[in-house]
């Protein structure tokens, strides 16, 4: 069976420090990869998408940037964080893109930038 | 305005209610979700549908499309139905929408 790991669960870093997050997929080849942020009190917001391998596509412009290094790896980096990159980051994959398709949830990671 | 609206923001309910969610949406869309999200924060996918109606155990989605709209129901509802669930949709390429979730507390 498929399952998606995202880690590290909570993380409390400060101004200006870099940030890698990374998410993995097991049992599925060529996963459709998200990441999403939730800030607080408003709904998941698409960052990033990937299609493949070294493939990254940015829905928004931010602080942030994505890698995909492996087939089944999305990371997630900063090179110096914001006060404003607090919320909570998950990650997601899907077998096709968009269409008609379920998407699966890692379980996220807490973001506290101080 | 969002592309995504949920009703209601919050909902408190006594055990065994009849919970009802509701989800309106203003873009054309492939597919539309019911996630749950618990306080740790971990997401759950309920149900995906593009039409008609699906039940899993205590659980009803259904959607209308030429309405655009979506309503989520809980049957006999349970304190450990207490959770925030969140509508998204599905477009034509690799993009969810979300709303913003609607906050449920159930009460013994």
């Known amino acids: 069976s498929q399952t998606i790991h995202q880690w590290p669960a909570t993380l409390v870093q400060p101004v200006g420090s870099p940030l890698s997050l990374e998410c993995t997929v097991e049992?599925?080849?060529?996963?459709?990869l998200y990441w999403y942020r939730q800030a607080a009190g408003r709904g998941l917001q698409l960052l990033f998408y990937?299609?493949?391998?070294?493939?990254i596509s940015s829905e928004v412009p931010q602080n942030l940037s994505a890698s995909r290094p492996q087939d089944r790896q999305f990371i997630l980096s900063s090179k110096k964080l914001l006060l404003s990159d607090s919320g909570f980051y998950l990650c997601?994959?899907?077998?096709?893109?968009?269409?008609?398709?379920?998407?699966?949830f890692g379980q996220g990671t807490r973001l506290t930038v101080v | 305005k969002n592309e995504v609206e949920q009703s209601p923001q919050n909902l408190t309910a006594q055990e065994g209610e009849f919970i009802t969610i509701n989800c309106s949406y203003s873009?054309?869309?492939?597919?539309l979700h019911w996630l749950q999200q618990h306080p740790g924060g971990g997401i759950v996918s309920l149900f995906m549908?593009?039409?008609g109606k699906k039940k899993h155990g205590r659980l009803i989605a259904t959607i209308n499309i030429q309405e655009k709209h979506s309503s989520l129901h809980i049957t006999a509802s349970h304190p450990r139905d207490s959770a925030v669930y969140i509508c998204?949709?599905?477009?034509?390429?690799?993009?969810?929408?979300f709303g913003a979730g609607t906050r449920l507390t159930v009460k013994p």
């Open positions: 997601a994959w899907s077998v096709h893109p968009g269409i008609s398709t379920e998407a699966f």
């Open positions: 049992g599925t080849s060529n996963p459709n």
């Open positions: 990937s299609v493949g391998i070294g493939q």
């Open positions: 873009v054309g869309i492939s597919a």
């Open positions: 549908l593009s039409s």
């Open positions: 998204a949709v599905s477009k034509n390429n690799n993009d969810m929408r």
